[in-house]
């Protein structure tokens, strides 16, 4: 970095700052350094940089499927946020189980890294209360699901989100009754609760199918399994099927279309079907599949910042929400073919 330095006649210190934070250092500096880097190829060991830090410029991402759209989108977000403000991220997959997220956190606790964003798989008491420990000294921020009432949290609005595609199906002539996502996080939990509500408010009666109980991360073939078991046993006790979320939809999608029933809004078909989440995949199932859109990108941007919040109390933000600990993204009725 001297050499450097020296190439592009700046001090040490300064260019030092510059990969600290490119935003920390004048424009005309900047881009000067920039230049440097095209014209020399020099780059700095990030990694070796940070443990020379008493607190590193790492963020560790933990996500309990590293294959989920979802969390795909999630973690483009915050690692383009984290690059800008001068972090460098490291991603973990807990692969739906509580040891393995307890080991990643435990690995980026002996990183020294400045701090954490985990999508949390839920666990016995014993493993929460690992992790509310290990909270006391990483700070870390959970996202998509709540950990408990009190650590810092980004998530959709469950409650807004879930009513909202109820109340529509609601206005469809029949009342929709809920095919359940398998019990991994607390989403399952507040989204089927949403729908009782919205229904009760309506001065209609919910219909929760009775599934199997499952902690499973294989949505779709759990789904798939349960539906096919539902249309062995009679049908669906009415028209209208609303899903946990999406990837849930996809598994009723495949058993319905495959048992010869038709999907859709027209009079001669079977069965309207909607899910939660628009996954990318959600426009291409058949039919297109109706649901709600969660802000993903949003999401991403106030978790890392909210993060950020905690690292530098100092640092400004221009957006309210991020004055609290537990910040809830509203979602978007996407109305497509399926119902």
């Known amino acids: 970095m001297e050499e450097f330095a020296a190439a592009v006649g700046l001090s040490r210190p300064t260019v030092s700052k510059y990969f600290q934070n490119p935003n920390s250092v004048r424009v005309k500096v900047r881009e000067r350094i920039e230049v440097g880097l095209t014209e020399t190829g020099f780059r700095p060991n990030l990694f070796a940089v940070n443990l020379n830090r008493r607190r590193t410029k790492i963020i560790g991402l933990i996500f309990p499927n590293s294959l989920d759209p979802f969390y795909t989108g999630l973690r483009r977000r915050i690692e383009a946020e984290a690059t800008q403000a001068g972090y460098m991220p490291f991603v973990f997959s807990s692969d739906g189980k509580a040891e393995l997220e307890a080991e990643a956190i435990e690995t980026l606790t002996s990183l020294n890294v400045a701090g954490i964003i985990m999508a949390p798989v839920g666990g016995n008491a014993k493993h929460r209360a690992k992790v509310k420990a290990l909270a006391r000294s990483n700070p870390i921020v959970f996202i998509d699901a709540p950990f408990d009432d009190e650590q810092p949290f980004v998530g959709t609005n469950n409650a807004q989100s879930m009513s909202l595609i109820t109340d529509y199906l609601t206005r469809l002539g029949d009342r929709p009754c809920y095919f359940d996502m398998p019990w991994v996080n607390s989403n ?152």
């Not at 100092?314 to 399926?338: T, W, Y």
Request: some cysteine.
């Open 188 to 339: 399952a939990h507040d989204r089927r609760n949403a729908y009782i509500a919205t229904m009760e408010r309506r001065g209609l009666e919910p219909i929760v199918l009775e599934l199997e109980r499952s902690d499973s991360w294989d949505f779709e073939r759990y789904a798939f399994e349960q539906a096919n078991r539902i249309l062995r046993n009679g049908g669906f006790p009415t028209g209208i099927v609303v899903c946990g979320n999406d990837r849930v939809a996809f598994g009723v999608l495949a058993a319905v279309n495959q048992a010869g029933l038709k999907i859709g809004l027209g009079p001669d078909c079977d069965l309207r079907i909607a899910g939660h989440d628009n996954q990318p995949l959600s426009e291409y199932t058949w039919p297109p599949l109706t649901t709600v859109s969660q802000n993903t990108a949003e999401m991403g941007r106030l978790a890392i910042n909210l993060l950020l919040s905690k690292l530098d109390p100092g640092r400004v933000f221009d957006d309210p929400r991020l004055s609290g600990d537990q910040v809830l993204v509203n979602a978007e009725l996407v109305l497509r073919a399926s119902a």
